[in-house]
């Protein structure tokens, strides 16, 4: 027994691709045999398996769930909920890793694996080890099948979301946008103080009342229409599979990642000072400068949930986060997991504004003012996206710029900064600017618009996600 996966699905940080064309239930078998291979070789049985509210997402789970017992592992699903409810069941079920059925913030027509094995982030070169693995048919055989039980993990999942809470009462909105979070976020707002008001939280994978990626502003109109008419103190959005967390002010106006980080930051570093902060490339100056103003030590690491928590494990971090609203604790004061659980991420922002005496309104209000654009991608071939980044920083550096190279090119100016670098999971360059004037802004447009001429390229039509 061979398989051969379609190479578009084994992406860095999972495997995702439109079901019917690139991914289907063989995939999944052949993902349960391989996952069930390493687990055993590296002597671990049982698995724990959850799955998002897609319209695949039970026949790939099926599959799934036979290839793991096929080589002879245990599984304990956990049945329909947010990624991290499957970190959680990982991180505290005698179980030796975990996989999560999801495709994510994608498209309906999308589903895909989220993986972790022995507490650590399964990944990269993981990946392609499964896909060298099923190609070779290197799969253990079992004597005896495993067995599948199924254990409702959501209670304790959502009482421990709540557990210690002291972040005073509340009037929030809630938008779960049809997604997997929606049943947990109906059982959270229960055991919170205040006045909750919930949108689209039962779960429907055809999503029917907007796309649930909260970071694009477009689908945070209901939420910010809710907050208006009921004259709420603040919004929170979720994404498809609630790893990633948005948040509009009193005003209707978006908090981004990189500021949401920036409020959670405040207590902890209170708390421990000095503590590290992890933010990836595309985050605001603004945000660093506050971390280190605080005390704290801000570190600026690549793009990627899985690459952030390897970071995180290295330098001990207790909060880190992205531009795209993934946000991660761990440690003694969060006395936490490691992993990007938007759900712990919505309690601990109205924890953290509480600790602060003030609004979120007016939090928002004290932030600098910067003028930046959104993620701008561009199509690029493969074969040239690499290439060109190393083109672009071979030019800045025999031009004398400032320039950051943890992840593709961030290059400082007296206006700002912007970014260029190749996306991991698709054919496309990201870029990203920032400046303290609108003319700044243009400057820095200037100079990215000169740095892709150089390479043939051209800021062009923007690639969607």
Known sequence: MTHRFDPTSLREYDIRGIVGEALGPDDARAIGRGFATLLRRAGGTRVAVGRDGRVSSLELEAALVEGLTASGCDVV???LGPTPMLYYAEATLEVDGGIQITGSHNPGNYNGFKMVLQHRPFFGEDIQTLGRMAAEGDWEEADTVGTVTDYDIVDAYVGRLVAGYAGGAYRVGWDTGNGAAGPVVEKLVKQLPGEHHTLFTEVDGNFPNHHPDPTEEKNLADLKRLVAEKQLDFGLAFDGDGDRLGAIDGQGRVVWGDQILSILAEPLLKAVPGATVIADVKASQALYDRVAELGGNPVMWKTGHSLIKTKMKETHAPLAGEMSGHIFFADTFYDYYGYD???????????????????????????????????????????????????????????????????????????????????????????????????????LMAQIDAQLAASGLERGPQAGH
């Open 77 to 79: 699903r956990v049945g």
């Open 341 to 443: 659980d938007a759900q712990f991420a919505a309690v601990q922002l109205i924890r953290a504004v509480h600790s602060t005496g003030k609004s979120l309104t007016a939090l928002k209000d004290a932030m600098p003012p910067m003028i930046n654009t959104p993620e701008m991608r561009f199509q690029v071939d493969e074969s040239r996206k690499f290439a060109v980044i190393d083109e672009v920083l071979e030019r800045l550096e025999a031009e004398g710029a400032d320039v950051n190279r943890t992840d593709g090119a961030r290059v400082n100016t007296p206006d700002g900064w912007w970014l260029l670098r190749a996306s991991n999971t698709q054919d496309v360059l990201v870029a990203r600017a920032e400046a303290k004037s609108q003319e700044g802004l243009d400057r």
